[in-house]
């Protein structure tokens, strides 16, 4: 990974607008700006991820540890998009290598759920693949599933105080792909934990007649 090029009209514009709108860079609290540029080094310098989901090659931009974490964090809590740059480029490169292998590929987004959604008012994945140079071409939808005893056992629940077979119970069935039938498809999510969601868009792809050509992710969790 290169170092950011310097933007000397850039880092000035910034130095003013922190007059009147002071930020301190996440990292390390240099004021200014959202990033400053040592941290944004630091970031690109980070490794990615590889492992399979559903049987499919995930590729992540990075871990979801330290400085990613807490730049995602606040992108999708506080609705910090000035943060979505640095983090959608290594998306967008990543979107990029998975459509030279297959450049018939309709990208599509893994849907957040519903609750997100709302409280956010704007979709931090789509975000970041604008930001990354990258459209969303495909869609998946969210249904509601028949809803299996394991699921009944914990209602109202979120995912993250699930058990593994409770978040696999409430998660099957819940999308349904649209428009993928003969195609190839890049599946696109910002944080993959334990794969469960991300299985079921492959699922649902496969269930529509498609071919998941790989799934990338903003980072993965290590398991």
Excluded at 39 to 64: I, K, M, N
Excluded at 67 to 86: C, I, M, N, Q, S
Excluded at 157 to 162: A, L, M, P, S
């Amino acid at each position: 990974m290169t170092t950011p090029t310097p933007r000397p009209w850039a880092d000035a514009f910034l130095a003013v607008v922190g007059l009147v709108l002071p930020v301190a860079c996440l990292g390390c609290g240099a004021p200014d700006r959202a990033l400053c540029r040592p941290c944004q080094a630091g970031l690109a310098s980070l490794p990615g991820r590889v492992r399979l989901v559903g049987g499919v090659r995930l590729d992540a931009a990075f871990e979801y540890e330290g400085l990613v974490r807490t730049l995602l964090l606040e992108l999708k809590l506080r609705g910090r998009v000035d943060v979505a740059r640095p983090l959608g480029r290594r998306l967008g490169a990543l979107v990029r290598l998975a459509l030279a292998d297959e450049p018939a590929a309709v990208v599509v987004r893994v849907p957040p759920s519903r609750r997100g959604s709302r409280r956010r008012g704007f979709d931090p994945v789509v975000l970041l693949l604008a930001r990354g140079g990258v459209r969303r071409t495909g869609r998946l939808r969210r249904v509601r599933a028949t809803t299996s005893p394991e699921a009944a056992a914990a209602p109202g629940v979120g995912q993250k105080e699930r058990t593994a077979v409770e978040r696999v119970a409430a998660t099957v069935g819940t999308l349904r792909a649209v428009g993928v039938r003969g195609r190839s498809v890049v599946l696109v999510d910002d944080v993959v934990t334990t794969g469960v969601t991300m299985a079921e868009a492959v699922r649902a792809v496969r269930a529509a007649g498609g071919r998941v050509h790989r799934c990338v992710a903003v980072a993965s969790v290590e398991r």
